[in-house]
């Protein structure tokens, strides 16, 4: 495998967006076919195949979040969008198959204790496999399938609310003290001796850097933060409540709870160790 930058297109961003997350979509389709093959293989070469999976999952879903945020064309957000959707369906799904869970459990892991690194892969993914509800009763893991779906939409949701909500202030020639000639130039006053300055980053980075104005710095700094209310209230009020169910599948009392131990970069031996090994004194 072979790492390095992605070749971005000129133009034709559709097809490439399409071409490109599809075709590592299928790579990812394909690795975790061949691991389910049933081909006697030890845990170093589970481990190849299961990271060359988790390869081109990456791949796919790296423009989602991204390109899916910053390109112009409404087409290509959208497909990416959709892309970041499958993406999330695709991760689910692999840390709730019962059927790769069983293959892990199985390996002898005996010779990866000589390799710290390929034993810390093992364990994050039994991790991941037990916190993706891989043990619960089908309704639960279906539930909690479509909860991380929901979350993604809504997500999506959120950034795109924030990223279409352009908001402006009007200032005057005195408030423009202190901008480039050019950014002056391109911000024309009206017939009533303004300028509109919006929240788009072109003017909003060297506005809120190089403006003299106190008041009118603090008033683009206001709109800006605004920016997708009220409409992202019930957006955020969803998120916080189905990620609080979805903890509460799979065991925990709270997200903040959930989302510690899913981040957590130590072993996967359990919260209460990692703590332990951080509040060690030392000597």
Known sequence: MTLG?????????LEWADQYTSSNFAEYRRLIADLKDRTPRNARQVLAIFNAAGVALANAAAPTSLIAEVHPDLGVRELLEERGREATELSTSRSQDAELFELFAALDTGELDADPHALRVFERTMRDFRLAGVGLPAAQRERFATIAKRLTELEQDFARHVRDDVRSIRVTLEQLDGL???????????GEGSATITTDYTDLVPFSAFSTSTEA????????????????DAVLAEILSLRAEQA???GFESWA?????????????GIESFLEELLAPTH
Not at 180 to 185: K, M, N, Q, R
Not at 217 to 232: I, Q, S
């Open 217 to 232: 710095r603090r008033d683009l700094a206001l709109e800006n933060e605004n920016r997708a209310w009220p409409v992202n």
């Open 180 to 190: 480039p000639s050019d950014f002056v130039a391109v911000h024309p006053l009206d």
């Open 248 to 250: 509460s599948i799979v």
């Open 257 to 269: 709870d959930y989302d510690a131990q899913r981040k957590m970069v130590g072993s996967a031996t």
């Open 5 to 13: 930058p992605v070749p971005l297109p000129v133009d034709g961003w």
